[in-house]
Each structure stands twice: as C-alpha cells, then as structure tokens.
C-alpha cells in the first residue's frame, strides 16, 4: 500500500484529492506544501498530492516554484476538485461575536465578497492551510474566532458550519497532482498532458515568441502558461507550460527538443493522463505515424533512394 | 498637495515607495491594496501607490486583478524599491523565545531560508502587510512573538531589530506604481513603459502566439508577460503586459489597436516613465516618422500618384 | 472611345482579352509587351491589355519586370482566358512538310508533347507572339513551315488549321491585365484584388518570413507570389504579390504600410475588380468597421477616456 | 572518364561550365535541356551539365520544370559563371546590314538596350540556345544576319565579333549545376547547400508562411525561393527552394522532414558543396551536437532520469 504526503491537517481540500487519486493510499499529512514534497524526495513517502492551480487564483505558487527549483520530481496524474468553502466556529459562537477570521490567504480571497458583506467589522487572517485554520480556530485558546474551510474539516474538528458556499463563484475548481520521486512516465492514454518547465536563454525580444512558435510547428497545443520571476531583478522570467500530449510521441518530442536546444533549461515535470480525458485534435501531419513515415523517407533520400 | 492612498499602515515598503514618487504628497494610508485603489477611485484620494510585482514572487495578484477587473484606474509613474527584512520583536524578547511569527506571506516566502535556519520551531503566521504585523507585534497581548518587516516599521512601533537583511536573496526588488483616477497619460519622455489587459477572445491554441505576433510585427519589446486565470475554470487566462513606448507613440497605437481588434478586451493601464530610464531600441521602420511617412505614402497611392 | 495597345499582330490572344476587358475601345496593336505599355506611358493609348501570368508557364517575365522597373502604370482590370492553340500552314502545306515552327517560346512550351509526337524532326523556333508567328508564316517567302497560335489568327491571315487543341493541358488559362496610367484606383466591389511589387531592404534570413507576417498579421490573403531576380547577381530577389482585397480597405491599407515601413521599397500596381467575382472571407476583427472601432477607442484612451 | 551532357552544341555557356566542374569529362552535346537531362536519365551519359538560374533573367523554367517533375535527378555540384555576349556575324557583315538578329530568348532580353540603341531596326529572333543561333547564322543560307552568343561560339563556327560586352548589364551570372542518377548526396564539406522542391497541400491562405516557419524554426536560412504554377488553373503553385545546409546535417533533416509530414509532397534535388565556399552561419542551438544532445536528453527523460 503505497505512502502519499499531502498539505495536512486532516480535513484539507489536499486530502480530498489523495483519496480520489489514491482511494487505497495511506495518508501522511505534512505542514506544507515543501514538506509534503520533501517527504517524497527523501523517501519517507511514496509520493505526494499537491495543488497545482486554482481556477481563481491562478498557479499554486509554492507548489511552481518547488517544482522548478527543488530536486526533480515527476508528475503522474491530476484531478480537478471542485472547492466549496465554509465558514466553522466553535460551538457557542455566533456571527455577531467573529473578530477574527482565519484562513489560507487563497480562501480569504476567495471570499473576499462574503466576508465584506457578512462580516465587514472582521480582520482576516492569514495561514498556512485551511484545514490548519479550522484545527486552530478548534482550540479554546485560539485567538481566531472562525475559520474558512472545508465542510469535512468542520466535522474533522469539532467546528460548527455557520454558512456553506461562502466563495464569490461557485465553480471554483483546484487542480492537484500526483507526484513521485523521477522514474519513466506512465504510459500513454490517447488523452495525455504534458508539463514542462522553461527557462529563457536571455530576456531578447521575442524571447516568448519563438518558445510558442517551436510548439506550434509541431502542432502542440498549450493548456496553460504561467510566468514566474527568476528572482534575478524585474523583468526575468521562467515559465510553466501544459500542453496536450505526452513525452512518448514523436510531435511532444520533437517540440521538447527543440526547446531543449534553444532555451537555457527545460525542466520536464511529467506525462500523465488529462483529468477531463479530453484527447486532442492531432493536426495533420503531426501524428506518430507521420513522423516514422517522414524518418523512413529521410533515411531514404539521405541514402540516395530519392 | 496631492493626497495618495497607499498600504498603511506607517511603515510599510509603500510608504517608502510613496515618499519616493511623490515626496511632498500628504499619505493616507489604507488597510490593504484594494482599500487603497478604492480611496483613489472615490476620489478621497488623489492617487494611489501600490506594488505591482516583486522580482522574487511576481506579480502581486491582488493589484493585478484589482487594475483588470475594478473600475478603471490610469498608471502614471513607477518606482523599483529594493527591499531589505529585519526581525522585529518587543523589547526583552529574545531568539529562543519565538514561537509565532508574524508577517505578509511573500516577506515570509522570502525569508523562508532564514527561518528554517535560525527559528526552525516557529510557526510563520501570514498576514495583510509587514507593516501591520509589526503594529500587531508591538501589542503586549500580541499572540505573535516577532514580525517580519522593513527596519523603519520597527523604529516606528517600537521594535527591537534582532536580525536584519534575512531575507534569502539580497537583491530583492518590488515595482510600485503610481495610480490615478482616469485622464490623459502623461507626456512621452522617450523612455516610457506602457501596461495593458489583455483577454483572449477565445481559447484556440495560438490565441497567445497571435497576440505577441501584433506585438513583434511593430517592433514593439515586451518587458513582463503575465498569466493570470479568469475565474472561468481551469485553462481560461488573461494577460497583463508591459511593454517599451509610449500610448502616443505609432508603433504602439497600431500594436494595440489590433489587440483591441482581435482580441475580446483590451484594458488600457496606462503609459508613463521607466524607472530605470532606458530607452528602448526602435526597429527599423517603426519610429513615428516612418508611420507618418508611410500614412503619407498610402494616401498617395489611394489617391492615384503612384 | 478609348484606344487600347495590345500584343499585336491582329490575331492574339491579347486582342481576345482586349476584346472582352473593353469591347469598344480602339485597338492598337504593338510589337511586343514593352511596346504596348510604353504606347499607354507616353499617352499614345488611353492603355494597355497585357498577359501577366499564365497557368502553365507562371509570370510573363516581361510584363512582371516592366511593372516593377519601367514608369509606373496602374492595374484597373483583369480577364481569365482559356488559351487554345492550333497548328496553322500555308494552304497546300502537309503535315510532312513541316520542318520548322515558329511560335512564341510560350506557346512552343506548352505544345511540346504534340510536337514531340507528331512532328519528331521538326524544328520549333521562338518569335515574338503566336499571332506575328502567324502573319510570318502567311508569306510565301517565310523560312517556317507551320504556326503555332489562336485558330483566330489562322484566320486573320489566311492560313489552314491542321490541329487544335495541341497544347498538353487543355485547361490553361492566361491572366491579362488593363493597365493605364496612373490615376486613383477604380472603387472597390468587395471581390477585388490588389498587385504589390516588393524589393526586401536586405536579404537577412528571415525577411521573407517578415514580409508575410505582415500580411497575416492584418488578415490579408495572398494569392500569388512571384519571385524575381533583382539583377544584382545571383541570390537576390524582389517579389510580386497579388492579395485579396482593395487598397481603400484598411486591413490591406495596414499592410501595405507595414511593407512599406520596412521593406526598401514597395511598388503599389493597382487594385481591381476579381475577375472570378469571389469575395475574400474577411478574419474576423479585420473589416474596416473593426478599424474604424479600433482607431476610436485608440483616440479615446490617448485622451484620457479608459 | 565520366560523359556528361550538357546544352549544346558546342560553344554554348553550358559547355563552359562543364569544362569547369568536369575538366576531364567526355561531352555530349545535347538539343536543349530536356535532352540533356533525358541522356543523363537514360543513361547515355553520367549526368548533365544545365544552367538552373540566372542573376538577370531568374530560374531557367525547363530546368525547374524538368528537375520537379520529370524522372528524379540529383544534383551534386553547381558553378557560377559571368555571362558575356558578343555579336557575331559572318565575315563580309557589316553592322548596317543586320536585319535579323538570333539568339536565346534570355540573351536577347540581356542585350535589349544594346540592340534597341545600335540596331533600332533589327527584329530579334528567339532560337533555342545561342551557340545554335552562332552555328544557324554561319550557314551562308541563313536568314539571320547576326547571332548573339558568347565569344567561344563565334570562333567555334568562323563567325566575326562585332562588338562584344554588349548585354545591359556587366555582372550576368549564370548558375549551372552537375545533375546524375539518383544517389547518396556527396558529403557534406561544411558550406553546401541544399535543393528542394515543394508542392503545397492546399491553396490555404498562410501555406508559404507555414513552409518559411518550418525552415526558420530550425534556423535553416533559404538562398532561393521561386514559385512555379502547378499547370492547374492560376492561383496554383509550386515551389523550388535553395537553402545552407547538407541533408545529412541534422537542422537540415529535421526541417525538410517537417516539410514532407505537412505538404503535400517534397522533392529533395540534392545536397552539394556552394561554387561560393560560403559557409552558414549557424545559429544557437542548431549545429549537430545540439541535436545530438537534445537526443540523449529527450532520451534520458522518457526513461525516468529527470
């Protein structure tokens, strides 16, 4: 039975997403997002489950970062979790007596219009995880009158649900991931995704353009793109790319290597099946078996066979 | 004397930005970025100072996503601010006794070497500013044993600097801008930086090349590109840009003007001075004159002088 | 009444597509494309009907380099003619007689499978048009035996047709053009076209690429695009084009501009109705009320109004 | 010692470049081109010698036309030759008696002004090469008063100069290249350059701009674009590419491998060393070793070893 880390404690949206992506898993809950990687890295883990990005706040951008910089660590699956927030106190308080509200600052923000309407006296205060406001603002002592969570964290502390569905949008959805220490990519399904991370060669103009253009004549398709800074000064950037496909096919190959080349780095963060096992519209002349025909008529003309 | 809103309260890396801009401006300082472009839109305050991105974190999503979807603000001036952390605690509170520390989640991102390093058992509490955690910390009921933030907040609630420059990176920069309510921007200076929205008008792969091809055929250097999600599900982005020129200048119309054709929005930020007064190297073809000499050239033609 | 050059001798298929441009005018035959157009230049004919490309042999060279070189004349018109040829003799001539034929090089192309299969042993020698061919071999004293050209110009000048439709394709078609002298250009019906000449300001790799971006970029469609060497020694090329749309279009008006920006030197050769009626499908955000919004809302952000 | 046919008869410039690229080859003079490359397929000869382009007049079409569509050939070397014309006439001539000029198309369009200015009067006369129009004015028969030809033809068939330079240009080149057999290419010599031939898939608007992408991305620099009609109605096109690199060269490979998945066929004519020794200037990213490593990369990560 395999050992997953997640964002803990118990209760988060993290550990919603482990048990759909890993029903069987034994569950290590970790203090943040670096520790549950670490716990992977290092082995006291088989793999961890971690957001990625969050349809309203965009790249989760601990886990980016991470990701980018830390010891390699491979992608092998994501599910898409659609996030509902509550708002839990202790037994006893009531809405009038809330002074202070705690959360991770992706829900507060999330619920900025909630608590602006509902709570307009409130601070809100910020935290590591949600489930970890809700473990907090169970304590007699804390000085959090209320935390914003999820239901299940709620129950899992002993919290009362004052108000469900206190996000802005109701369609708010996280994307986690699944990763593991390197090792090859599953296999591919047909309805594939690909992440990769980049670094520029030098900040020219055009930089960006060209990066785009080597997916484009290969007819891979981006599904996100995300600027990071390097931390060397304004102005330098890394990116996240997710495209379709997966590194087993010839067109994702070709399209890699041809940034492997040209950029200064190409970080691969994995192939894995799509959650929505949307498979893509492959472009003519794009597919595997163009590619081996192409190579077999390039062997034959290089050999004098024109 | 122009009176700005910006990140209260007294203290905070805002304020520093702020008497940089506008030095004899009268401050009014705001409970967060939002409160502070707010004072600036009902026009209790002239302006607004606020930060845009951080070399080491990126851009500061609130005020980009305030700048993309609140009621129009103009940007009209930018200041780079480096940013130095000390460690702040009430007088008489030693290493050892730090058990919560309190601050704003990118100081704290930015200081995470150093507190794994010298504080490993503390807890890192996120909070809306440094220099609102070091008003909380200064409190002697403070549940907070220290805070994270610039010296001058120390000075000014009166904290003790037990360490200082903690942060991981030396080099650490945050853009600020100046905003206003909507006027004309201000005069050309030859070294100007223009900030738009853009929002694809709709998800085709190659909407993104598109858009920086409007950019590359005019000539015209992107300086930050960034992705931020519109709420609409995953995989549904908008763009912030910044870019070399000036809104009065040609190439810098025509680029805009066929964004603002072929994309869905168009949000105008504004265009203003660079901080660091680079002049940007114009392409062959693409200064004023050759639109005007080519705008001559084309009414030529239609009107029959070949 | 207009009076028209044309490639003359009476007989020609430019007189055909003379007659069909302007079945009124009054016909002045020339002795060679250059002569017809220099008739239009210095005033002697209101214009010229000229061939400028062919669908089997591609451009005529010397309508293509006498629109890029000599003094400029505007394109206000076009036809597409099917090209017929047949075998012309004196009367008593028999197909075993025929030693030597005379036609132009075009003709003699285009009939080479016939006259390589019927008459194996002939000559064929290149004059100046098929219908001067005709006239040569109408006299008695003429060196050649056969003719190829219009079965019209057997008639004209009394000869027997031995065999049509000896071309080996039986659908080429030749493109004439009316040419006159400058004037602005007749109005746009919504299908019409627009001929370019191009010279590249250098021969950086890449300029072409550049020059086609900026078609794509506005949305305009290219139709032809012809290659020809400047003179200036091998490997250096200056370009017609032939488009969709009219230069009084401000999507092409754009364009045009562009390669008028940053190539060395454009020459504009007209724009006309289609001589096959078909609408362009025009990219969406190109039309001229999408120039029109775009120049608008420029004008407002430029004055304040975001 | 090998035989090689070339555009005879003897005198032409065609044999010049033969004795150039083949001091030691047996010559066979040929009709015209097409039966220089119909030797060389049969086999009657080793190869052919035939000029490809000319820096006054463009692509020699038969050439173009022969090489796309007839019987594969491979073209293995080329040679650059000025161009110089005379004007030859039988003993006894004088220039007041030239009534008829002969000559190759292409010269008589090289010696326009020249005949326009001294021999106002002449009609020139298109014949298919000019050593032949030399051999046809020696005959005392002839009904050509004057050949234009190069000087070699003249004292080949007894004929005197009569002025000599007289195209309008001093700097005609011509380039001639070595055609044999189907074969494996010569190896590369670090400055060749490579032949293609590129038919569309379809007519879609931005076809040539998705060929260019396809040499550009792998920063492969074209020396030569001519586009020919496809013979299937106007509007459709064909094109020959000359480009800097060796078909074994792996930028070289991948970029015409891209060329053959997505068009609707691709023609190789051959890798050869340049007559001008230039080698390319290559850029980053693209030599040999970087696609060799990008290999074991891609490699290396589909096997786990990220």
Partial sequence: ??????????????????????????????ANVSAALDAARRGEADGAVVPLENSLEGGITTTLDEL??????????????????????RPGTESGDIKRI??????????????ARELPDAVAVAGPSTAGAAQEVALPSSPYDAAIAARIAGEHYGLVELASGIGDRSDTVTRFVHVTRPAPPPEPTGADRTSLVVFLSDD??????????????????????ESRPTGDGIGRYFFHFDFEGHVAEARVGEAI???HRVCADVR???????????????????A???????????????????
């Fill in 1 to 30: 039975m395999p050992k997953l880390a997640y964002l803990g404690p118990e209760g988060t949206f993290a550990e919603e997403a482990l048990r759909i992506l890993a029903p069987h898993a034994e569950r290590l809950p970790s």
């Fill in 68 to 89: 980018a910089w830390g010891d390699p660590l491979l992608i092998t699956a994501e599910v898409l979790l659609p996030v509902e927030f509550s708002l839990l106190v």
């Fill in 102 to 115: 705690f959360s991770h600052p992706a829900a507060l923000t999330q619920c900025r219009g909630f608590i």
């Fill in 204 to 225: 020219h103009p055009g930089a960006l353009l060209e990066m785009l253009t080597e997916f484009a004549v290969r007819g891979v398709n981006l599904t996100r793109i």
């Fill in 257 to 259: 290597s041809g940034l």
């Fill in 268 to 286: 691969f963060l994995g192939s894995y099946p799509r959650a929505d096992r949307l498979s893509p519209q492959i472009k003519r002349g794009t």
């Fill in 288 to 306: 595997d078996p163009d590619f081996a025909e192409a190579a077999g008529w390039l062997a034959r003309i290089r050999n004098g066979q024109i």
